[in-house]
């Protein structure tokens, strides 16, 4: 069984930028897609970035592109989210899952494996 464990999150202004990490144990991930998701107080859990299990294909939400960049080092077992030009409607808890194969889909269902977040707050 895996276990995701994000580091990375805090609190800056708007305009800052801020790098998520998230390592996993207990197996490899290097064969299977990874993906950021975000969830606001009383909203629900959307997609953010997803990557491909050998990093050559990148989907983001719309809402990021330009801004965010995910990236892993299969090596280490850990995948990124390098955050720029934060803006307040960023301000989430940030979680990393795994998917059930190799592919950066945007279907929250798609992945079966979940860290515990990491909280990230952009202040005006």
């Known amino acids: 069984q895996v276990q995701l464990v994000e580091s990375g999150g805090g609190s800056v202004q708007a305009g800052g930028s801020l790098r998520l990490s998230c390592t996993a144990s207990?197996?490899?991930?290097?064969?299977?897609?990874m993906a950021w998701f975000r969830q606001a107080p009383g909203w629900e859990r959307i997609f953010v970035a997803a990557?491909?299990?050998?990093?050559?294909?990148?989907n983001y939400a719309d809402s990021v592109k330009g801004r965010f960049t995910i990236s892993r080092d299969n090596a280490q077992n850990t995948i990124y989210l390098n955050m720029n030009s934060l803006n307040p409607e960023d301000t989430s808890v940030y979680y990393c899952?795994?998917?059930?194969?190799?592919?950066?889909?945007?279907?929250?269902?798609?992945?079966?494996?979940w860290g515990q977040g990491t909280q990230v707050t952009v202040s005006s």
């Open positions: 207990g197996r490899t991930v290097s064969n299977n897609g």
């Open positions: 990557i491909g299990s050998a990093g050559a294909v990148r």
């Open positions: 899952a795994k998917h059930k194969w190799s592919w950066p889909s945007r279907d929250l269902e798609d992945y079966d494996a």
